[in-house]
């Protein structure tokens, strides 16, 4: 049970290039998630899922997109990497009922610099 | 924006003392949650708090749920060297949303 997968765990981008924060997890958790975390902001919602073919926008998503078609996987992709993405990005899961009253589970996250 | 404020945003004491972080909302919550977070690390959920006035301990930390659900505490007694990190707190309006956070450093 390796819980809340996040891959790569360090990246870096030149402005304008694109990819994908892969994450996947392994509990059947029907919520999933994506946060950044950057100093002094805590961490702000970019996107969310409460279940296979369903997203939602969260607090700040313009820049990402995602795409939700199996339950286990839930990748972040940056359509055209600008500096201001530079960012820690944490994925998270829950179980059926979502955040309102289940404790997230996180990744490890995703180190993301962008020159 | 923000709907979550956390204070302070630091927090530095000498091992022993004693540690407070707040959380205030200016909306009515259904609950809160607060996470740990470790140096370099990622966010640990340590508690839920759903009842107006609740209060749990676990071991020397205590948490607090407002009266009117507007506003939650942890309170740490006599700090560690291990609980260096920072605290948030989350609230669910729709969406999770969580505090600005508060770090702790703790001199030994």
């Known amino acids: 049970n390796a819980g809340v997968t996040q891959t790569p765990k360090f990246q870096v981008l030149k402005t304008g290039q694109s990819m994908t924060l892969q994450c996947a997890q392994d509990?059947?958790?029907?919520?999933m998630s994506w946060y950044r975390q950057d100093p002094g902001m805590g961490l702000r919602l970019i996107h969310y899922?409460?279940?296979?073919?369903?997203?939602d926008q969260g607090e700040v998503p313009n820049g990402y997109n995602v795409s939700r078609s199996t339950t286990e996987d839930f990748p972040l992709r940056l359509l055209s990497a600008a500096p201001s993405q530079t960012s820690v990005y944490f994925c998270a899961s829950s179980y059926s009922g979502g955040p309102s009253n289940q404790p997230q589970h996180f990744g490890d996250g995703t180190r993301l610099s962008i020159l | 924006g923000q709907q979550v404020m956390q204070i302070p945003q630091y927090q530095h004491v000498q091992e022993g003392e004693d540690f407070t972080t707040y959380c205030n909302s200016s909306?009515?919550?259904?609950?809160i949650q607060w996470y740990k977070q470790r140096p370099g690390g990622h966010p640990v959920f340590l508690i839920q708090l759903v009842k107006s006035g609740e209060v749990k301990k676990q071991k020397r930390l205590t948490f607090q749920f407002g009266e009117a659900k507007k506003n939650s505490s942890l309170h740490i007694t006599a700090t560690q060297t291990t609980d260096v990190g920072t605290y948030f707190c989350a609230a669910y309006t729709g969406k999770l949303i969580f505090g600005q956070g508060t770090t702790l450093q703790v001199k030994p």
């Open positions: 899922s409460v279940g296979a073919g369903i997203t």
């Open positions: 509990m059947n958790h029907e919520y």
């Open positions: 909306t009515t919550l259904s609950n």
